[in-house]
Protein backbone atom coordinates (compact mmCIF):
# COMPACT_ATOMS: atom_id res chain seq x y z
CA UNK A 1 0.00 0.00 0.00
CA UNK A 2 1.31 3.31 -1.00
CA UNK A 3 2.26 5.55 2.13
CA UNK A 4 2.70 9.51 2.05
CA UNK A 5 3.92 11.25 4.66
CA UNK A 6 4.07 15.16 4.95
CA UNK A 7 6.55 17.18 7.72
CA UNK A 8 5.93 19.01 9.56
CA UNK A 9 2.61 18.38 10.84
CA UNK A 10 2.41 21.72 12.44
CA UNK A 11 4.12 25.02 10.96
CA UNK A 12 3.92 28.36 12.71
CA UNK A 13 5.96 31.20 10.50
CA UNK A 14 6.07 34.84 10.78
CA UNK A 15 5.29 37.15 8.03
CA UNK A 16 7.95 37.58 5.40
CA UNK A 17 9.39 34.37 6.33
CA UNK A 18 10.31 31.65 3.59
CA UNK A 19 9.82 27.82 4.38
CA UNK A 20 9.49 24.26 2.69
CA UNK A 21 6.91 21.90 3.45
CA UNK A 22 8.01 18.42 2.67
CA UNK A 23 6.28 15.37 1.02
CA UNK A 24 7.97 11.96 0.46
CA UNK A 25 5.73 8.77 -0.45
CA UNK A 26 6.64 5.01 -0.51
CA UNK A 27 6.24 3.45 -4.23
CA UNK A 28 7.40 4.69 -7.50
CA UNK A 29 4.72 7.23 -8.90
CA UNK A 30 5.30 10.39 -11.16
CA UNK A 31 2.20 12.14 -10.31
CA UNK A 32 1.92 14.36 -7.52
CA UNK A 33 -1.20 16.66 -6.38
CA UNK A 34 -1.24 19.83 -4.29
CA UNK A 35 -4.05 20.86 -2.12
CA UNK A 36 -5.40 23.35 0.44
CA UNK A 37 -7.73 23.36 2.98
CA UNK A 38 -9.03 26.37 4.94
CA UNK A 39 -10.98 25.51 8.43
CA UNK A 40 -14.26 24.11 8.11
CA UNK A 41 -13.85 24.09 3.77
CA UNK A 42 -13.33 21.30 1.54
CA UNK A 43 -10.11 20.69 -0.21
CA UNK A 44 -8.70 23.50 -3.34
CA UNK A 45 -6.46 21.88 -5.31
CA UNK A 46 -3.06 23.98 -6.13
CA UNK A 47 -1.27 21.92 -8.31
CA UNK A 48 -0.07 18.90 -10.67
CA UNK A 49 3.25 17.64 -10.81
CA UNK A 50 3.33 14.97 -13.59
CA UNK A 51 7.07 14.41 -14.02
CA UNK A 52 10.76 14.47 -12.45
CA UNK A 53 11.79 17.40 -12.15
CA UNK A 54 8.55 19.40 -12.18
CA UNK A 55 8.04 22.82 -10.51
CA UNK A 56 5.01 24.74 -10.65
CA UNK A 57 4.53 28.10 -9.21
CA UNK A 58 1.53 30.51 -8.30
CA UNK A 59 1.91 33.58 -6.34
CA UNK A 60 4.30 32.98 -2.86
CA UNK A 61 4.09 29.17 -3.63
CA UNK A 62 5.98 26.83 -5.64
CA UNK A 63 5.77 22.78 -6.10
CA UNK A 64 8.11 20.74 -7.18
CA UNK A 65 8.65 16.82 -7.17
CA UNK A 66 11.43 14.53 -7.70
CA UNK A 67 10.72 11.06 -8.08
CA UNK A 68 13.68 9.47 -8.08
CA UNK A 69 13.99 10.92 -4.34
CA UNK A 70 10.16 10.29 -3.88
CA UNK A 71 10.08 13.29 -3.04
CA UNK A 72 7.92 16.77 -3.20
CA UNK A 73 8.46 19.99 -1.76
CA UNK A 74 6.00 23.07 -1.37
CA UNK A 75 8.10 26.29 -0.68
CA UNK A 76 6.41 29.16 0.85
CA UNK A 77 7.87 32.89 0.21
CA UNK A 78 7.65 35.56 2.41
CA UNK A 79 4.30 34.34 4.08
CA UNK A 80 1.54 36.11 4.12
CA UNK A 81 -1.38 35.41 6.54
CA UNK A 82 -3.94 34.54 3.96
CA UNK A 83 -1.52 31.76 3.44
CA UNK A 84 -2.83 30.16 6.89
CA UNK A 85 -4.27 27.27 5.84
CA UNK A 86 -3.82 22.97 5.74
CA UNK A 87 -1.86 21.66 3.13
CA UNK A 88 -1.98 18.24 1.59
CA UNK A 89 -0.19 16.13 -1.03
CA UNK A 90 -1.50 13.39 -2.73
CA UNK A 91 0.15 10.79 -4.84
CA UNK A 92 -1.97 9.03 -7.77
CA UNK A 93 -0.95 5.18 -8.07
CA UNK A 94 -1.19 2.64 -10.73
CA UNK A 95 -4.59 2.14 -10.31
CA UNK A 96 -5.53 5.90 -10.37
CA UNK A 97 -6.06 5.89 -6.52
CA UNK A 98 -5.01 9.50 -4.94
CA UNK A 99 -3.43 8.38 -1.45
CA UNK A 100 -3.04 11.76 0.76
CA UNK A 101 -0.75 12.42 3.57
CA UNK A 102 -1.65 13.81 6.81
CA UNK A 103 -1.22 17.09 6.04
CA UNK A 104 0.63 20.11 7.27
CA UNK A 105 -1.00 22.90 9.53
CA UNK A 106 0.32 26.29 8.47
CA UNK A 107 -0.86 29.50 10.41
CA UNK A 108 1.29 32.64 9.42
CA UNK A 109 1.06 35.09 12.62
CA UNK A 110 2.35 38.70 12.28
CA UNK B 1 -21.72 23.99 -13.40
CA UNK B 2 -22.34 22.97 -9.91
CA UNK B 3 -19.92 20.53 -9.64
CA UNK B 4 -19.48 18.04 -7.03
CA UNK B 5 -22.76 17.94 -4.71
CA UNK B 6 -22.65 16.23 -1.14
CA UNK B 7 -26.36 15.73 0.57
CA UNK B 8 -26.60 16.14 3.46
CA UNK B 9 -24.08 18.56 4.89
CA UNK B 10 -24.44 17.30 8.87
CA UNK B 11 -26.08 14.68 10.14
CA UNK B 12 -26.49 12.93 13.22
CA UNK B 13 -26.69 9.07 13.95
CA UNK B 14 -27.51 6.84 16.84
CA UNK B 15 -25.71 4.19 16.74
CA UNK B 16 -26.91 1.21 14.49
CA UNK B 17 -28.95 3.33 12.45
CA UNK B 18 -28.33 3.26 8.93
CA UNK B 19 -28.43 6.01 6.36
CA UNK B 20 -27.06 7.06 2.66
CA UNK B 21 -24.86 10.38 2.05
CA UNK B 22 -25.29 11.20 -1.52
CA UNK B 23 -22.87 12.47 -3.77
CA UNK B 24 -23.51 13.80 -7.65
CA UNK B 25 -21.58 15.17 -10.16
CA UNK B 26 -21.99 16.79 -13.32
CA UNK B 27 -18.92 17.09 -15.44
CA UNK B 28 -19.50 13.35 -16.51
CA UNK B 29 -16.16 12.54 -15.09
CA UNK B 30 -14.93 8.69 -14.49
CA UNK B 31 -13.46 8.34 -11.36
CA UNK B 32 -15.36 9.24 -8.39
CA UNK B 33 -14.19 8.44 -4.28
CA UNK B 34 -15.79 8.88 -0.87
CA UNK B 35 -12.91 9.98 1.83
CA UNK B 36 -12.90 10.51 5.48
CA UNK B 37 -11.32 13.15 7.29
CA UNK B 38 -10.34 12.63 10.74
CA UNK B 39 -7.98 14.70 12.89
CA UNK B 40 -4.49 13.61 12.48
CA UNK B 41 -4.73 11.32 9.75
CA UNK B 42 -5.32 12.88 6.79
CA UNK B 43 -7.79 11.93 3.91
CA UNK B 44 -8.19 8.21 3.85
CA UNK B 45 -10.05 5.96 1.09
CA UNK B 46 -13.44 4.26 2.01
CA UNK B 47 -14.70 3.12 -2.04
CA UNK B 48 -14.08 4.25 -5.40
CA UNK B 49 -15.28 3.71 -8.82
CA UNK B 50 -13.25 4.27 -12.31
CA UNK B 51 -16.97 4.13 -14.31
CA UNK B 52 -20.66 3.43 -14.13
CA UNK B 53 -21.13 -0.31 -12.79
CA UNK B 54 -17.68 -0.44 -11.65
CA UNK B 55 -16.52 -0.14 -7.69
CA UNK B 56 -13.68 -1.38 -5.75
CA UNK B 57 -12.45 -0.97 -1.59
CA UNK B 58 -9.99 1.76 -0.84
CA UNK B 59 -7.92 1.87 2.68
CA UNK B 60 -10.78 1.99 5.25
CA UNK B 61 -13.80 0.04 3.55
CA UNK B 62 -15.48 -2.00 6.58
CA UNK B 63 -19.00 -0.81 7.13
CA UNK B 64 -19.57 1.06 4.17
CA UNK B 65 -21.32 0.26 0.72
CA UNK B 66 -21.09 1.69 -2.57
CA UNK B 67 -22.86 1.36 -6.04
CA UNK B 68 -22.45 3.34 -9.22
CA UNK B 69 -25.44 2.96 -11.25
CA UNK B 70 -24.83 6.11 -13.39
CA UNK B 71 -21.96 8.51 -13.84
CA UNK B 72 -23.55 11.09 -11.89
CA UNK B 73 -24.18 9.29 -8.86
CA UNK B 74 -22.03 7.63 -6.30
CA UNK B 75 -23.76 7.16 -3.19
CA UNK B 76 -22.30 5.72 -0.37
CA UNK B 77 -24.09 3.78 2.48
CA UNK B 78 -23.43 3.01 6.46
CA UNK B 79 -24.89 -0.18 7.25
CA UNK B 80 -24.85 0.19 10.93
CA UNK B 81 -23.73 3.65 12.43
CA UNK B 82 -20.74 3.08 14.83
CA UNK B 83 -18.92 5.86 17.06
CA UNK B 84 -16.07 5.00 15.28
CA UNK B 85 -17.49 6.56 11.89
CA UNK B 86 -18.21 9.94 13.36
CA UNK B 87 -15.90 12.00 10.80
CA UNK B 88 -15.72 14.13 7.49
CA UNK B 89 -16.71 12.49 4.50
CA UNK B 90 -16.07 14.47 1.08
CA UNK B 91 -16.61 12.98 -2.39
CA UNK B 92 -14.49 13.57 -5.25
CA UNK B 93 -14.26 13.11 -9.08
CA UNK B 94 -11.91 13.18 -11.53
CA UNK B 95 -11.56 12.82 -15.28
CA UNK B 96 -9.36 9.79 -16.11
CA UNK B 97 -6.39 11.49 -17.72
CA UNK B 98 -3.59 12.11 -14.74
CA UNK B 99 -3.09 15.60 -15.58
CA UNK B 100 -6.07 15.83 -13.18
CA UNK B 101 -7.00 15.91 -9.80
CA UNK B 102 -9.67 15.48 -7.98
CA UNK B 103 -12.55 18.05 -7.35
CA UNK B 104 -13.80 17.57 -3.80
CA UNK B 105 -17.51 17.96 -2.94
CA UNK B 106 -18.28 20.20 0.28
CA UNK B 107 -18.60 17.92 2.88
CA UNK B 108 -20.57 15.88 5.45
CA UNK B 109 -20.24 16.48 9.02
CA UNK B 110 -21.35 13.00 10.53
CA UNK B 111 -21.64 12.88 14.19
CA UNK B 112 -22.90 9.15 15.53
CA UNK B 113 -23.93 9.19 19.47
Given at each position: ELKVEQNPLFLSMQEGKNYTIYCNYSTTSDRLYWYRQDPGKSLESLFVLLSNGAVKQEGRLMASLDTKARLSTLHITA?????SATYFCAVRNTGNQFYFGTGTSLTVIP | NAGVTQTPKFQVLKTGQSMTLQCAQ????EYMSWYRQDPGMGLRLIHYSVGAGITDQGEVPNGYNVSRSTTEDFPLRLLSAAPSQTSVYFCASSPGGAGYGYTFGSGTRLTVV
Open positions: AVHDL | DMNH
